[in-house]
């Protein structure tokens, strides 16, 4: 097949239908991107124009090729302990302040390929222990990306940000033919649970936490996606509870429910104390 190309119409036929899936601004400089990641798909399915394939995936007729569209374009970087001042802050603050013997519940809202779940699960497992009554869910739009979180098995190149001490102790080196892997220790993967979550519409049932990582998803929402989005993460905030956000991202503007405690860090407030 010759080399694939976009028109200016088709394009704008894509970014109206991933920001009606997913609440995703799709900016104009994404162009390549969009027919890099996607012109695998065309060949596949020996389509000669992105609108064919514009057709196949809005029509509906084909949940699972959709599923694959919005996989391929909203997979992101990640790493262990990105911005590593959340989670010593968490270590630090939040998790000291939180009654002992009672469940700590954190959602990881945009959740990737996991290594923020296992950050999390390291940094729990430390100052609560791994017996301890603590619980994280991962959730993210791509199934994609989340059968890799669940899975917890990494290259050992996808180290970056991971002490050396964590790797021993949380981790499993692989051998033989997995040799050059790792897998994250059974006793920290029976704390996390994983469920495809579309944040750009109703949450499910998935009951209420005590923080909330949202880091590094709403620089894709415009701001009236990014007001919904948080008004819907709040509601499953239990009083006191913390909402983190990327360091290149404000609430400034979209929420007045949750407090500002330091940049990127938010809480909504307690519940009144009873006499």
Known sequence: MADLSITD????????????????????????????????RLRALQLKSFGQYHDVVASGKDPQERQTMV????????YFFREQAHF???RGAIVPQHPPRQSFDVWSAAASTGEEIYTLAMVLADCLGVDGAWSILGSD??????????????WLERTRGL????LHK?????????????LIAPELRR??????????????????????????????????TKREVVARIVQKLHPGGYLIVGHSESLNGISDKVKLVRP????????PATT
Do not use: W
């Open 71 to 78: 996989d391929l374009l909203t997979t992101n970087e990640t």
């Open 191 to 224: 704390h996390t649970r994983f469920m495809q979550i579309n944040l750009n519409t109703t949450l499910p049932d998935i009951g209420r936490f005590h923080v909330v990582f949202l880091r590094n998803v709403m620089i894709y929402f415009d701001n009236d």
């Open 264 to 271: 990127t860090i938010y809480r909504l407030p307690p519940a």
């Open 170 to 182: 949380y981790c499993l080196k692989g051998v033989r033919s997995q040799e050059g892997s790792f």
């Open 88 to 90: 010593d802050y968490l």
């Open 163 to 166: 002490p050396t001490e964590y």
């Open 9 to 40: 119409k088709e394009f704008a036929r894509f970014q109206g239908l991933i920001y009606e899936i997913a609440g995703i601004s799709l900016a104009d400089s994404k162009k390549v991107l969009l027919v890099g990641r996607l012109g695998k």
């Open 141 to 154: 739009i791509s199934t994609q990306v989340l059968a890799t979180a669940e899975r917890g098995h990494y």
